[in-house]
């Protein structure tokens, strides 16, 4: 965990995005999407996500700082926040520390966001967006009905030699936390992410992350990559999530295997 000293690097890695409803996270897809993305989403479990009926996981990010070794490196600073959601009543749990370093445990429905505290409506709520995001974002090129998705062939992929079919998902440029971001996936033949590209559409920090998808695992219905390894701004970037569980309907919380 990180404590009031983090830097604005750190701070800036919740690159929520633009325009949308978790709420409407129901299964429904746009009407309209390239084959490749609706392959993709169905990988991830995009037909049996109505079965879903909670979702536990830590989100966890390091980055350069001055706190602990990270891979030989001259340190790191760590972010870890612990959630629960419940995708059909929009209910939401967290654990773990505001921004000037101040424990905070807190449950909330996002439909009732309005008369929550201001720790919930100005940072909780935010990145449970962006932890959200990073658990689920395959699903999100099927569900978010602003966003613009594009197949744009087979592309090079940044940090490797191979190559992957490319998939582009761009959100308006007005609107929604931070408007105009885009997202870029390299997608496999098993229609799984391999390498994912973040560009923000403003002008906040970092602007552009680069980071590989591993280390799949099976939750419930969902497929998962709890490992992503790469830069941001140039800048060494580990975001992982640990501590991942699933609850379907009719059965008992399971854990990623």
């Given at each position: ?13 919740a ?30 479990g995009?037909?049996?996500f ?27 600073i ?16 967290f ?32 990145v449970?967006?962006?932890?959200q ?20 062939g ?35 033949a098993d229609?799984?992410v391999?390498e ?22 099976k ?8 490992e ?12 992982y ?16 295997q």
């Open positions: 965990m990180t404590n009031s000293s983090r830097p604005d690097m750190i701070r800036l890695l690159f929520t995005v633009s325009a949308l409803v978790l709420a409407a996270c129901s299964g429904e897809q746009k009407s309209q999407i390239p084959p490749l993305a609706e392959q993709m989403a169905k990988t991830y995009l037909d049996s109505g079965q879903v009926e909670g979702i536990r996981y830590t989100w966890n990010a390091e980055v350069p700082g001055h706190e602990k070794p990270f891979d030989g490196g001259p340190g790191t760590a972010i870890s926040r612990i959630w629960e959601w419940d995708p059909k009543t929009d209910t939401v749990s654990e773990g520390k505001t921004k000037e370093g101040k424990p905070l445990k807190v449950s909330y429905q996002r439909s009732q966001l309005s008369s929550q505290s201001d720790d919930v409506k100005t940072q909780v709520d935010p449970f967006f962006n932890d995001y990073w658990l689920l974002f395959p699903l999100h090129a099927a569900w978010d009905k602003s966003a613009k998705v594009t197949d744009e087979m592309q090079k992929l940044t940090l490797g030699e191979a190559s992957a079919e490319k998939i582009v998902v761009k959100y308006p440029s007005e609107g929604g936390y931070l408007p105009g971001d885009t997202w870029e996936l390299y997608v496999d229609h799984r391999q994912l590209t973040f560009r923000r559409g403003g002008p906040t920090k970092p602007s552009v992350v680069i980071v590989t998808w591993t280390d799949y695992k939750a419930g219905p969902l497929n998962i990559s709890t992503h390894r790469g830069t941001a701004d140039g800048n060494p970037v580990r975001i999530i640990s501590d991942l569980s699933v609850k379907v309907t009719g059965s008992d919380w399971t854990k990623a």
